[in-house]
């Protein structure tokens, strides 16, 4: 009876989580480049029950078969799909349709820099002529980083990542993918960073001038989980007041008699 009471917990617990997570996708779905996550449950493994002390089997321990003891929260994934793209007209929005992301140099407080990719392309010119995002970071070309003379009146990027400035090539976009995006780690809401293990490659995609990609993320269907998770945390919370009544009758009702 009490094990009822844990099983109830963790699946509270389970439910939380889920719960945190779509209303995090909620909260991003007007992030652009943002991927939408998702989160898998499974049990936890299974455990001997051994009955003990028993007098009907002349007290001596005997195994009576396995038992689960919840559900817990099994992996939190990214789904990498494409979102949609929506056009701005601006010269230096760019937005990635298919695969791979830009590169972009961060620099952190200490003067470190470190590679991070993104597939938000919301970018703009600096008074230097360096092509940053809205954090400042340099978007990073197959020449180091980009960068387009200030006085070009005229840019021009092609599907391929060619920059042209009055019809003159000087740069190319790097476009970069992975082999396997399992060791892909989050850095903030729309960016990522590689673990140990990430082999880069080629990405495949084809940039769009003046446009950005939106989030893949489907506002309806999230609201929709939302609900069904509710049901299901209310649904724990039941068995835990009735498991809870039960105990109380245990011991205050049956205990009299």
């Known amino acids: 009876m009490v094990r009822g009471l844990y099983t109830g917990y963790t699946g509270m617990a389970n439910e939380q989580k889920r719960l945190d997570i ?29 009955k003990i002390r028993d007098a ?8 009576i078969g396995d038992m689960s003891l919840g559900v817990k929260i099994g992996e939190v994934y990214t789904d990498y799909g494409q979102g949609s793209l929506r056009e701005t007209g601006n010269t230096y929005d ?6 791979g992301f ?39 070309s197959e020449n180091g980083e980009l960068m387009v003379p200030v ?19 000087i740069d190319r976009i790097k476009i970069t993918d992975f082999e396997d995006y399992s060791y892909l780690k989050k850095f903030g809401d729309n960016m990522y960073e590689t673990v140990e293990g990430a082999v ?14 939106q989030s893949n993320i489907n506002v309806v269907s999230e609201m929709v989980q939302m609900i069904s998770i509710t049901r299901a945390y209310e ?5 835990i007041q009735t498991v809870d009544t039960m105990l109380d009758h245990a011991v205050n009702s049956v205990g009299k008699v």
Do not use: P, W
């Open 151 to 169: 006085d070009a009146a005229d840019v021009r990027i092609a599907t391929d990542g060619s920059v042209y400035a009055d019809n003159v090539l």
């Open 200 to 213: 880069e490659m080629d990405g495949t995609g084809l940039i769009h001038q003046g446009f950005t990609e």
């Open 22 to 50: 779509i209303s995090n996708n909620i909260a991003n779905s007007a992030t652009v480049g943002y991927k939408k996550e998702g989160v898998t449950n499974q049990s936890f493994d299974d455990v001997l029950t051994i």
């Open 94 to 99: 760019l937005a990635i349709e298919g695969k």
């Open 102 to 140: 830009f590169a972009v140099n961060v620099v952190d407080k200490e003067g470190n820099e470190t590679t991070k990719y993104t597939r938000d392309g919301s970018f703009k010119r600096t008074a230097e002529g360096f092509i940053v995002d809205t954090n400042g970071n340099h978007l990073k």
């Open 56 to 63: 009907s089997e002349a007290y001596q321990d005997k195994v």
């Open 235 to 239: 649904a724990n919370q039941k068995v």
